[in-house]
């Protein structure tokens, strides 16, 4: 699909958020570009309907290569949610415009994550056994229904995944309730009603008094503000809480 100027933002930007939109920049004098055209087009081709080739003539709009930095061609650019997601510079074999093609389109198993029922997360995790997201968002659901050890065997299959860690030593927690720890129910129900704060506040609380179940109690914490993500400002003041308590 050739694009121009007049057509750039519809065709590329706006359409680049319902799939990604793969832009080569080129020009007919350009030997390099004539010999990659062919290899975008069959990637493109291969993956109908999950990606889309557009072609720019950057000697026709001067104004898009100047807007897009292409100081060398061929340039190409893939475009996702309305920005540049990924590029390159200079003819590419077929190889490589085929990994970068790829790493631009979801995997089975990313689609069937997303999707999200029992079934589609199993199967994702037959195609892809170590797929953390599929693997805790399965266990969540067995946990839910009291199928704690299915659950465990999961989450220790994605060693070193804080989330993941973090649920599985609620299951431990819930397994074997403490006596002085009477926070941890609130705690918990907060947490299943995505009042994060609350939850954090009550788990961390907890901490002076969980004597055997404090790394527990810690990973817990750990498991949420990892999820939270650095940005969440409930989390930056939650590790300064959980720093003050551990140490």
Same mark, same amino acid.
């Not at 055209?37 to 493109?44: N, S, T, Y």
């Not at 693997?135 to 060693?159: I, M």
């Not at 961390?204 to 498991?223: F, K, M, N, T």
């Given at each position: 699909?050739?694009?121009?100027?007049?057509?750039?933002?519809?065709?590329?930007?706006?359409?680049?958020?319902?799939?990604?939109?793969?832009?080569?920049?080129?020009?007919?004098?350009?030997?390099?570009?004539?010999?990659?055209?062919?290899?975008?087009?069959?990637?493109?081709?291969? $993956?109908?309907?999950?990606?889309?080739?557009?072609?720019?003539?950057?000697?026709?709009?001067?104004?898009?290569?100047?807007?897009?930095?292409?100081?060398?061609?061929?340039?190409?650019?893939?475009?996702?949610?309305?920005?540049?997601?990924?590029?390159?510079?200079?003819?590419?074999?077929?190889?490589?415009?085929?990994?970068?093609?790829?790493?631009?389109?979801?995997?089975?198993?990313?689609?069937?994550?997303?999707?999200?029922?029992?079934?589609?997360?199993?199967?994702?995790?037959?195609?892809?056994?170590?797929?953390?997201?599929?693997?805790?968002?399965?266990?969540?659901?067995?946990?839910?229904?009291?199928?704690?050890?299915?659950?465990?065997?999961?989450?220790?299959?994605?060693?070193?995944?804080?989330?993941?860690?973090?649920? %599985?030593?609620?299951?431990?927690?819930?397994?074997?309730?403490?006596?002085?720890?009477?926070?941890?129910?609130?705690?918990?129900?907060?947490?299943?009603?995505?009042?994060?704060?609350?939850?954090?506040?009550?788990?961390?609380?907890?901490?002076?008094?969980?004597?055997? %179940?404090?790394?527990?109690? $810690?990973?817990?914490?750990?498991?949420?503000?990892?999820?939270?993500?650095?940005?969440?400002?409930?989390?930056?003041?939650?590790?300064?809480?959980?720093?003050? %308590?551990?140490?």
């Amino acid at each position: 699909m050739e694009v121009t100027e007049s057509n750039f933002q519809s065709a590329v930007i706006e359409r680049s958020h319902e799939l990604p939109v793969v832009v080569d920049f080129w020009a007919q004098w350009c030997g390099p570009c004539r010999a990659l055209g062919p290899v975008l087009e069959r990637a493109a081709w291969q $993956r109908a309907g999950k990606v889309e080739l557009a072609k720019v003539d950057v000697d026709a709009n001067q104004a898009l290569a100047r807007t897009y930095q292409v100081q060398g061609i061929p340039a190409v650019k893939a475009f996702g949610d309305g920005r540049v997601l990924a590029e390159f510079v200079g003819a590419q074999p077929p190889a490589a415009v085929e990994r970068f093609f790829d790493s631009l389109v979801p995997s089975e198993a990313e689609g069937l994550v997303a999707k999200g029922d029992e079934e589609s997360l199993r199967r994702a995790l037959e195609l892809e056994p170590g797929r953390a997201d599929a693997s805790l968002a399965l266990a969540r659901r067995l946990r839910a229904r009291g199928e704690n050890d299915e659950a465990l065997a999961l989450l220790q299959r994605v060693p070193g995944n804080f989330a993941a860690d973090g649920l %599985a030593a609620r299951i431990e927690l819930e397994r074997t309730p403490s006596a002085d720890l009477p926070e941890l129910p609130a705690a918990f129900e907060a947490l299943d009603a995505g009042e994060h704060q609350r939850a954090l506040d009550l788990l961390i609380g907890a901490l002076p008094s969980a004597d055997g %179940a404090r790394d527990e109690v $810690r990973r817990v914490v750990v498991g949420v503000l990892d999820e939270l993500g650095v940005a969440s400002p409930v989390a930056r003041e939650a590790r300064r809480k959980l720093a003050s %308590a551990l140490y």
